[in-house]
């Protein structure tokens, strides 16, 4: 018999989806959440839910390969991406998962990267005290093939020398956060969609 799910990750997971619901992150059934729990656990998000109405039902176990506790449930879609974050940083205990109108709009106009710089808010992911500073957000071509997005995702971590940046886009789809927990990663995808939105902007509106 599996261990129950904590409450707190499941109360995590409702509060995250209500809160990026009132931001329009999470249309449709977009977006994915997990919590990490002990024992090699993660608490995922099922599939197909709407992001801003879950319950404690929605949120189902698998385990850092992906496979359920129990067979019967779907979890996300995109499961191997949250996966692939607690593999790689085993101080990281929650992963975001939204579309929003910012992230969707500019990854599908961008390169491999979009660099954010100058903004206070850099200072919301880890390592930056200052303004004075560039982040340069990783940006992956879209692919339904879930396994070979989070292989290129890997392969880019394995390229970057001075710091992995605490997200990434994938291109006219959306951005995934992760920090020690979901009020670190909920603090880190606001700064990161205030300072897309402010970049859209100004396209729109160059000065
Ligand atoms: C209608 S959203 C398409 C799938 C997606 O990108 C997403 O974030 C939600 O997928 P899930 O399987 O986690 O519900
Ligand atoms: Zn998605």
Redesign the pocket.
């Known amino acids: 018999m599996p261990a129950p799910i904590p409450e707190a990750a499941i109360q995590a997971i409702i509060g995250a989806g209500r809160r990026m619901d009132r931001f329009n992150w999470v249309p449709?059934?977009?977006?994915?959440f997990s919590v990490r729990l002990p024992g090699n656990r993660i608490a995922v998000?099922r599939?197909?839910?709407h992001k801003g109405f879950l319950t404690a039902e929605s949120v189902m176990v698998v385990d850092l390969d992906g496979r359920p506790e129990d067979p019967a449930l779907r979890p996300?879609?995109?499961t191997l991406l949250h996966c692939g974050i607690y593999r790689r940083f085993p101080e990281i205990g929650a992963s975001l998962?939204g579309?929003s109108i910012a992230n969707t709009v500019l990854s599908r106009r961008a390169g491999d990267e979009i660099t954010l710089a100058g903004y206070e808010l850099l200072k919301a992911f880890p390592g930056l005290a200052t303004h004075d500073a560039s982040v340069a957000v990783p940006v992956f071509d879209n692919d339904q093939d879930i396994a070979r997005l989070q292989r290129a995702v890997e392969a880019c971590w394995d390229a970057i020398t001075d710091g992995i940046p605490p997200g990434y886009l994938i291109r006219g789809?959306?951005v995934y956060v992760w920090a020690r927990d979901m009020d670190a990663a909920l603090a880190r995808l606001e700064a990161l969609e205030f300072m897309l939105d402010c970049e859209l902007q100004d396209r729109r509106n160059p000065a």
């Not at 449709?28 to 994915?32: E, I, K, L």
Request: proline fraction near 0%.
């Open positions: 449709a059934t977009a977006g994915n998000t599939s197909g839910q996300s879609a995109e998962h579309h789809h959306g």
